[in-house]
């Protein structure tokens, strides 16, 4: 009998220091700001994960590039992402953004955007 953990059908995995890049497809968001970004997730040694939320014309969104992203590392199905000054992605107002996720010695099974009324 196989085991798969939770929602853990396909992933994609970066498994060396090269960079490994996955880009949605324009998605919107929910108009309410309290969307939280969470991952379904491995990290491997001193693997992590950055995330960028990208406008529709692909550039990074201000205070949402990788380079704010702090790094996602562990193993779960909630791992959340946070960018310095930024716990919870911009409300745009339903405007589409797409998200890029940078892996290094990481796999990738799926993300969540959630909203809560918690500020």
Not at 40 to 52: C, H, K, L, P
């Amino acid at each position: 009998m196989a085991i798969l953990r939770k929602d853990g059908y396909a992933s994609r995995r970066a498994a060396t220091d090269a960079l490994g890049l996955l880009t949605t497809i324009p998605i919107s968001l929910p108009v309410h700001p309290e969307t939280r970004l969470v991952l379904n997730a491995t990290t491997f040694e001193d693997g992590s994960i950055r995330v960028s939320a990208l406008d529709a014309k692909g550039q990074p969104l201000d205070g949402y590039t990788t380079d704010a992203c702090r790094p996602v590392k562990g193993d779960g199905t909630g791992l959340p992402v946070r960018w310095t000054g930024h716990d919870r992605l911009p409300g745009l107002g339903g405007e589409p953004i797409c998200l890029r996720f940078e892996l290094r010695k990481a796999e990738i099974y799926g993300f969540e955007l959630v909203g809560d009324a918690t500020p």
